[in-house]
């Protein structure tokens, strides 16, 4: 199987408690050699 797109949720997945992307999670979508696409409930404005 190889994966060729990643969805992540953006509170409390991409985002930390201070609402900001740690270096860490940073480096990772970064390095990655795959499509990454943010999904939320929140509205397209506040994303």
Same mark, same amino acid.
């Given at each position: 199987m190889t994966i060729k797109?990643?969805?992540l949720d953006m509170? @409390?997945?991409l985002?930390?408690?201070q @609402?900001? *992307?740690s270096d860490d999670?940073?480096?990772t979508v970064a390095d990655s *050699?795959?499509?990454v696409?943010? *999904?939320?409930a929140r509205a397209p404005?506040?994303?």
């Amino acid at each position: 199987m190889t994966i060729k797109q990643i969805f992540l949720d953006m509170d @409390g997945t991409l985002l930390n408690e201070q @609402g900001t *992307v740690s270096d860490d999670n940073r480096r990772t979508v970064a390095d990655s *050699v795959c499509s990454v696409t943010l *999904v939320s409930a929140r509205a397209p404005m506040e994303m």
